[in-house]
């Protein structure tokens, strides 16, 4: 199974209380509600990936096969930098943006404001190409009234009129980060920017669906559910900051595909599957150091830990054996100790060969001069044993 990580081409918050404020080279984004003035004032941010890289990730990695057979998940990943005031009511929303934006090279704290940049008024700078606020095309809308701007987006499309809108709502012990499964949204990118809105043959002989409403890639806003923004109530008044691609830390945002490349393919091979969970467990191929936009292909050396006595000219420590279909793997940056790709039964199951059990890692996503370390999850004997003995490597530059 593959897991692979494009980071943002822009982003920006823009602030309600601060009509043409520009915010593009902050390193952080905001999505807040403060009710200390008669008006309440909200922030939302606004964040595009290439869709270049989305379409060679499509075409060219996870191949269109695992694309139209629905073999595929693509999640909106922002990482937490403060949180205040959180309810447990708390729901974030993420929409496809409508309408182009510049993301300008201001900072929050500027003096004078910076307004070169998208705001809560303006697409690409103070006084030019407005937010529409009225007269929307069918499926888009935006704010209007006292607060008018702050985005326009999409609310529903022919390909997907019930997932263009996924949030998150937060609960005590919820994970903080925001982590949204946008599939639906990069979807409509795709068609989109492949066939436009023509009716046409897809690859594979699937027909393109007739009167299709798809659209561009302009990115995504995140925003406060309908129930909190605006709605004045001084007892909620959340503020969530997330990192920005312009953070100094390991957390930009990421829009990470995951898809299934598993391939349990052993040949006329009679390697057995392991039955034991008194293994031993090795990688074969690990130099040690990769770079960034490399892609390793992991070979995984197992054995019983304490092998039956038969009769064979070489040693019985030697003989082979496959980890379990259902084994996946886990990437944990070892300074930090937090997973950069978690296990998953779906996405980082491990395939086979005619030699050995093995997996492919890309890695691109991984931030160069750390270290990391992989964890095998192998599903034996009602057990979980879960393998993580100095399989470490290091991304370097270049």
């Known amino acids: ?14 602030y309600s209380r601060f009509p043409a404020k520009n915010t593009g080279l902050d390193s952080i984004l905001e999505v807040s509600a403060d009710y200390s003035s008669p008006i309440p004032q909200v922030s939302r941010y606004l964040i595009q990936f290439s869709q270049d890289e989305i379409n060679s990730t499509i075409n060219n990695l996870m191949g269109t096969a695992s694309y139209y057979d629905n073999k595929f998940k693509v999640n909106l990943v922002n990482y937490i930098a403060d949180i205040q005031n959180l309810n447990l009511d708390t729901e974030l929303e993420a929409y496809a943006l409508s309408g182009s934006w510049n993301m300008g090279t201001g900072r929050f704290n500027d003096s004078p404001e910076t307004d070169n940049g998208c705001s ?18 069918d499926h888009v809308t935006a704010s209007y009234g006292e ?7 999409w609310t529903s499309s022919a390909i997907d009129p019930l997932q263009l809108n996924p949030s998150k709502t937060y609960t005590y012990t919820s994970n903080k980060d925001l982590e949204l499964n946008v599939t639906s949204i990069v979807k409509n990118w795709y068609q989109y920017s492949m066939y436009g ?18 659209f561009f890639n302009d990115g995504f806003i995140i925003k406060l559910g309908e129930e909190i923004e605006f709605k004045a109530d001084r007892y909620k008044q959340p503020n969530l900051k997330f990192y920005s691609i312009d953070t100094n830390t390991i957390y930009p945002p990421e829009l990470q595909f995951q898809w299934e490349d598993v391939i349990f393919n052993t040949g006329s091979s009679n390697i057995p599957i392991i039955e034991n969970s008194e293994l031993v467990v090795s990688l074969d191929n690990n130099p040690g150091e990769f770079r960034r936009d490399s892609v390793h ?19 019985i420590y030697l003989n082979q054996n496959y980890l379990p279909i259902s084994s996946s793997y886990a990437v944990k940056d ?15 199951r491990i395939s086979a ?13 991984l931030e160069p001069e750390r270290y990391y370390q992989i964890l095998l999850k ?14 470490y490597f290091k991304i370097v530059n270049g």
């Open 120 to 137: 809560w008024k303006f697409r690409n700078y103070s006084g030019s190409n407005p937010w529409l606020t009225s007269g929307f095309a």
């Open 353 to 365: 060969d005619a030699t050995s059990s093995y997996f492919d890692l890309y890695m691109k996503g």
């Open 197 to 214: 809105e023509a009716e046409v043959e897809l690859p594979l002989g699937l027909p393109f669906e007739l009167g299709i409403t798809a």
């Open 297 to 315: 292909k992991f070979k995984i050396n197992c054995r019983q830990q304490f092998p039956a006595r038969t009769y064979q000219t070489s040693s």
């Open 147 to 153: 607060v008018s701007g702050g985005g326009t987006w």
């Open 378 to 391: 192998v599903p034996i004997e009602n057990e979980v044993v879960i393998l993580d003995d100095n399989y």
């Open 1 to 14: 199974m593959a897991v692979y990580k494009l980071f943002p081409t822009k982003d920006s918050t823009i």
């Open 334 to 348: 070892l300074d930090t100790n937090e997973f950069v790709i978690d296990f998953d039964n779906d996405y980082t």
